[in-house]
């Protein structure tokens, strides 16, 4: 009877291909004779401030994208094969609800790895899209995808908890929905930007190595396979699948990132060693396996129960798709050392609340994690949420939204009572399995899949050559230059149809790490967070809140991580100039500055600089508060950089700057009075989206006086410029952002070249 049915199944299946092919007339003839696109709209740059009514995408090489999805059509396999995912040029339409509209440029391609990104229905083709911007941008977006509705599970759900996890302060694409014509095809589709620099930049993230799970030999099987209407049991890909997750190892998504400089690409290198280290102690080979969130915090309990909470989160919400180990993406924290984890592909169902279950590996601090969580969802400012949610075009009710937060918390609920199922592991520290055999069974479990495959050691850390291997002890020294060494990292490296595949440092893939070390004191209290490394001496005199740091190697830093400062005053002596600086313009933690203040607050502050040979003198990054006075002399790059913060501050002075005085970025900013003397380019630089008023500047012996730029909006009420060669400047720098806006009440210039610059996107005010 078996037999029989497996006949009947495959007659089925015939009939169903014979039709499949007898309807590629019908979609040639109803794709072809498409109405060409006249070029209508000139291209603009984007500076969105309403919501998207309809996207109008159009393939310049309409015959061959209709032939390549013909291709896709006819495919004999059970996923979208890689070689049809290729791009074409296009225009991208942007109507807005106010009636404007937008054309861009593009790169265009099939997205989506299964068939259900590619739907034929009434002799037409739905299909899921990958969109590269060519120039301008979407809101800030340059890359994104637009996906037909259900192929991330529930569209409302991925929208509303794309939104819910930016509010719990976890990395996660903007998302919406959006209608959409594809060559004439109306469809409703769900916008969500892509894992690039823009999506760290928009989650107040400093850029850094993007990782994701190598799927490459996971997806080469799939090709293996017919497309019948057969279980994956049945035809023997469940085994052989399970038998690729075993060889899974990590690739760097950004890989152009670590050719910016050597610092850049010893990062990525020692995080993809670390990770892949991670990969082969998690990765066991069963579908469902989780990452061990110990090793991915690196130890630290603070990272840990963040991790933690992202799983919790994603588990009460049905969405735990985006926690099987080949569906994991990974921003590398230089700062924090651990890797944080970048929301993708949780096929979220809020309502589907049965089966709720607490999976292992569960860290120490899964209970801390849990009330963290719970607290944080019952404390969410439902009004400002909901804002949120209206700007993606999604118009929840407040009784709607309650509802959903509502079922996660119950779900939540459900979950921490099976804890007393695990017995949590007491030891403070959860060492990785690191030896020769783990590394000789990964390089096996990867030469079941890959059997021609080239492993690729780095020699060891401050070594430049790599090691080949052909098994682990059959090595030879090679050499890669820069760009063969970022296709490596991005699983892209073929050498004679050989693939090249790095995993780690020889022999143990394990990373010293020795100059990311700092050391660490608590000063006046629990709140205050005091680091710094080797060459750096300090006093503190508690009784006057006096805080003296002087830099006796030079590069040596200085900073304050997770702190809450009040009443302090820090002096910073520099160790001045130096002929040779080995971590310009950062060190391998990402810092830029020689004192930095990262997600701080801070009241009441006093600060004072002379002799910094850092990039910046002073960095603050992700930090809040008010501060009297800044002081700083003689710098060797910019002497005050601030970004993603909320700062106020009162008085600042600087002299002596070789390139800008004072750089602000992503944040809102207020100074009462400005004292910029000799600043070798900016005197006041504001860029990416900043927001910021001055009552009082003056620049005087310097190049620009103040350039704001990059949809950032600058409005002061008295300036004066002296021996400056532009006063004011205003222009579009990178591609994901608009012009610039610089508004002045009260306006003196002498002594200049060009009193105002602009280009075509910007604009400046003067109004005396």
């Not at 399970?242 to 910016?260: E, M």
Request: proline share 1%.
């Amino acid at each position: 009877m078996r037999n029989q049915l497996k006949k009947l199944k495959h007659k089925y299946y015939n009939l169903v291909s014979n039709c499949k092919v007898l309807s590629i007339l019908f979609i040639i003839i109803n794709l072809i004779t498409v109405n060409s696109y006249a070029n209508e709209y000139k291209s603009c740059e984007v500076n969105d401030k309403f919501k998207i009514k309809r996207l109008d995408i159009h393939i310049d090489q309409n015959r061959k994208w209709v032939k390549n999805n013909t291709r896709i059509l006819v495919s004999n396999t059970r996923n979208i094969p890689k070689k049809l995912r290729k791009r074409y040029n296009g225009k991208i339409i942007v109507n807005y609800t106010n009636g404007s509209k937008c054309s861009l440029e593009g790169r265009i391609r099939q997205s989506g790895d299964f068939k259900d990104h590619f739907v034929y229905t009434n002799n037409s083709i739905k299909q899921s899209l990958d969109i590269n911007l060519s120039n301008g941008n979407i809101a800030g977006i340059v890359s994104f995808k637009l996906l037909l509705d259900g192929t991330r599970g529930i569209s409302n759900d991925e929208i509303f908890l794309t939104e819910l996890l930016r509010e719990l302060n976890f990395i996660s694409p903007r998302t919406q929905m959006v209608e959409a014509t594809i060559n004439g095809l109306n469809t409703k589709m769900l916008f969500q930007e892509n894992s690039k620099k823009e999506l760290l930049e928009y989650n107040g993230k400093i850029e850094s190595a993007i990782y994701e799970s190598n799927e490459s030999d996971y997806f080469k099987i799939y090709e293996k396979f017919e497309d019948n209407n057969l279980t994956n049991d049945e035809i023997g890909l469940t085994k052989e699948l399970d038998q690729a997750l075993k060889g899974l190892l990590a690739r760097q998504t950004n890989s152009k990132w670590a050719l910016k400089g050597a610092i850049h690409s010893k990062i990525s290198f020692d995080a993809l060693s670390n990770l892949n280290l991670i990969y082969i102690n998690s990765v066991k080979g069963v579908y469902n396996d989780k990452f061990d969130n110990t090793f991915l915090g690196n130890q630290i309990k603070k990272n840990i129960i963040n991790l933690d909470k992202y799983n919790l989160i994603l588990k009460s919400a049905n969405a735990d798709h985006a926690l099987i180990s080949h569906n994991r993406k990974f921003y590398w924290n230089k700062l924090e050392e651990y890797f944080e984890p970048i929301y993708y592909d949780g096929n979220p169902n809020i309502y589907k609340n049965e089966n709720i279950k607490l999976d292992s590996p569960v860290s120490l601090y899964i209970k801390e994690a849990f009330n963290e969580l719970t607290y944080n969802l019952t404390n969410i400012d439902l009004i400002n949420f909901k804002k949120k949610m209206d700007n993606n075009n999604l118009n929840f009710t407040d009784q709607e939204i309650r509802d959903k937060i509502s079922i996660i918390l119950n779900n939540l609920s459900t979950l921490e009572k099976e804890i007393n199922n695990f017995k949590l592991d007491t030891k403070q520290k959860k060492d990785l399995e690191v030896n020769e055999n783990i590394v000789k069974k990964a390089i096996q479990n990867k030469k079941n899949n890959n059997s021609e495959g080239v492993f690729i050691f780095k020699k060891n850390e401050f070594d430049e050559n790599f090691l080949n291997c052909r098994e682990y002890e059959e090595c030879s020294v090679i050499n890669l230059d820069n760009i063969d060494q970022a296709k490596l990292i991005a699983g892209d490296l073929i050498i004679e149809n050989k693939e090249y595949i790095y995993l780690g440092y020889y022999p143990n893939l394990i990373t010293n790490n020795q100059e990311r070390k700092f050391n660490y004191k608590k000063l006046d209290s629990s709140e205050i967070n005091f680091y710094f490394n080797d060459g750096i001496e300090y006093k503190f005199d508690e009784e006057n809140n006096e805080l003296e740091i002087s830099q006796k190697i030079p590069e040596a830093r200085a900073y304050f991580l997770d702190s809450n400062i009040n009443n302090l005053k820090i002096k910073f002596k520099g160790f001045g100039s130096s002929k040779e600086l080995k971590s310009f313009p950062f060190d391998f933690k990402g810092l830029t500055g020689c004192l930095t203040f990262y997600n701080s607050k801070l009241k009441d502050i006093n600060l004072e600089f002379e002799n910094s040979n850092c990039e910046d003198s002073i960095n603050m990054v992700n930090v809040s508060g008010e501060i009297n006075s800044i002081l700083v002399k003689n710098s060797l790059s910019d002497a005050l950089d601030m970004d993603f913060s909320k700062i106020t501050v009162n008085e600042v002075k600087i002299e002596n700057s070789k390139n800008d005085c004072l750089d602000v970025s992503f944040g809102e900013y207020e100074f009462k009075n400005l004292e910029l003397d000799i600043c070798g380019d900016k005197g006041l630089s504001v860029g990416e989206t900043s927001n910021i008023f001055v009552e009082n500047i003056s620049v005087n012996n310097s190049s620009i006086g103040v350039a704001s730029k990059d949809g950032s909006i600058t409005n002061i009420l008295n300036s004066k410029f002296n021996n400056v060669d532009t006063c004011l400047e205003s222009y579009n720098k990178k591609q994901e952002f608009s012009g610039g806006y610089i508004k002045v009440d009260k306006f003196s210039c002498s002594n200049f070249t060009k009193k105002i610059a602009l280009d075509s996107q910007s604009e400046i005010i003067i109004k005396n």
